[in-house]
């Protein structure tokens, strides 16, 4: 009840001028291997602040919507292995794990999100049937589909607009997120066939 509430109240804040200032928003694309593969997300800027200024203001579970606004979202065509772990086909939502110590992972799942009237009575009619991420995290955990830990560097070109990119390479390719002077990637491969991988398992 805690996490709608202070949901609800960011929301006011933030969609006071919403309509007006809303971030805005990208889709990353790629082919790797016979997947097609799209990110869609929202691009929040610094603005002077700094990431660990507003990491710092996450709830207790540590998970940021890894963009802004609506649901960030993940669509594959074909099976994956991101950062080494399986991701079928299909349509999912993102979010970042930014624990206080330690490496940092994206969380894959299959709920995507909730239409902002249902946790907002006041949301615009525009963006009523939106849908927004889960503030609390833990209500939608075990519909994960995989947590991948994410390889964290930096940048000398720092970046005002959260940027998500997939850059592809002979045999695969590489998923990166960067905000300002951060970085935070995983491997991207197309899948092996079934029986291959058990093989090697």
């Given at each position: 009840m805690l996490?709608r509430?202070a949901?609800?109240f960011?929301s006011?804040i933030?969609?006071?001028?919403?309509?007006?200032q809303?971030?805005?928003r990208?889709?990353a694309t790629?082919?790797i291997g016979?997947a097609?593969l799209?990110i869609?997300?929202g691009?929040p800027?610094l603005?002077g602040?700094s990431?660990?200024?507003?990491?710092g203001?996450?709830?207790?579970?540590r998970?940021?919507?890894?963009?802004?606004?609506q649901?960030?979202?993940l669509?594959?065509?074909?099976?994956?292995?991101?950062g080494?772990?399986?991701?079928?086909?299909?349509?999912y939502?993102?979010?970042?794990?930014?624990?206080?110590?330690?490496?940092y992972?994206l969380?894959?799942n299959?709920v995507?999100g909730q239409?902002l009237?249902?946790?907002?009575s006041?949301?615009?009619?525009?963006?009523?049937?939106?849908?927004w991420?889960?503030?609390?995290?833990?209500?939608i955990?075990?519909?994960?589909v995989?947590?991948?830990?994410?390889?964290?560097?930096?940048?000398s070109d720092?970046?005002?607009?959260?940027?998500?990119k997939v850059?592809?390479g002979?045999s695969g390719?590489t998923l990166s997120?960067a905000?300002?002077?951060?970085?935070w990637s995983?491997?991207?491969?197309?899948?092996?066939?079934?029986g291959?991988?058990?093989e090697g398992?």
């Amino acid at each position: 009840m805690l996490h709608r509430i202070a949901f609800v109240f960011v929301s006011m804040i933030m969609t006071s001028s919403l309509l007006a200032q809303m971030a805005p928003r990208e889709t990353a694309t790629a082919q790797i291997g016979a997947a097609k593969l799209s990110i869609e997300y929202g691009r929040p800027a610094l603005k002077g602040r700094s990431f660990k200024e507003l990491v710092g203001q996450l709830p207790a579970d540590r998970m940021w919507r890894a963009g802004s606004e609506q649901i960030t979202t993940l669509t594959t065509t074909a099976p994956l292995m991101i950062g080494g772990k399986m991701v079928p086909p299909g349509k999912y939502s993102l979010y970042v794990h930014c624990p206080e110590t330690g490496s940092y992972s994206l969380a894959i799942n299959t709920v995507l999100g909730q239409p902002l009237k249902l946790v907002w009575s006041e949301a615009p009619e525009n963006l009523a049937n939106e849908p927004w991420p889960h503030m609390n995290y833990q209500e939608i955990k075990g519909s994960e589909v995989a947590r991948i830990p994410l390889s964290e560097g930096s940048s000398s070109d720092a970046a005002d607009l959260f940027t998500i990119k997939v850059t592809q390479g002979p045999s695969g390719g590489t998923l990166s997120l960067a905000w300002g002077d951060q970085v935070w990637s995983a491997d991207i491969e197309p899948a092996r066939a079934e029986g291959s991988h058990r093989e090697g398992s």
